[in-house]
């Protein structure tokens, strides 16, 4: 049974930082590319963050890039993501989510093999 669950979430201020954790069972983590979508009340699901499965390469979406590291350890099978300089913009309900490695460097959730079931990230001002 393939397991991603994410942890790490919660009730920030604006200009804090959080780290969001996602450990995966159940699959040879090495043979995936990890990436991280969030969903906002009312938005659709969009992409934040991803690795390929040797950690050699990453992607940031725009709106992220600068404030935001992807990393992971396939000796623990996990997947993080380093949050500074929180905005309110960036509450959202956050996935971690698996990818077959051969799609790297792209990464669409249609694509994604698995999912986990999500992080509540809420930054007020």
């Known amino acids: 049974q393939v397991q991603l669950v994410e942890s790490g979430g919660g009730s920030v201020q604006t200009g804090d930082s959080l780290r969001l954790s996602c450990v995966t069972s159940?699959?040879?983590?090495?043979?995936?590319?990890m990436a991280w979508f969030r969903q906002a009340p009312g938005n659709e699901r969009e992409f934040v963050a991803g690795?390929?499965?040797?950690?050699?390469?990453?992607r940031y979406a725009d709106s992220v890039k600068g404030r935001f590291t992807i990393s992971r350890d396939n000796a623990k099978n996990t997947v993080s993501l380093q949050m500074n300089n929180l905005k309110p913009e960036d509450t959202a309900v956050y996935y971690c989510?698996?990818?077959?490695?051969?799609?790297?460097?792209?990464?669409?959730?249609?694509?994604?093999?698995?999912w986990g079931k999500g992080t509540l990230v809420t930054v007020s001002s």
């Open positions: 989510a698996a990818e077959n490695r051969v799609m790297w460097p792209r990464i669409r959730d249609i694509d994604m093999a698995y």
């Open positions: 690795v390929s499965w040797s950690a050699l390469s990453t």
């Open positions: 159940g699959v040879i983590f090495s043979n995936y590319a």
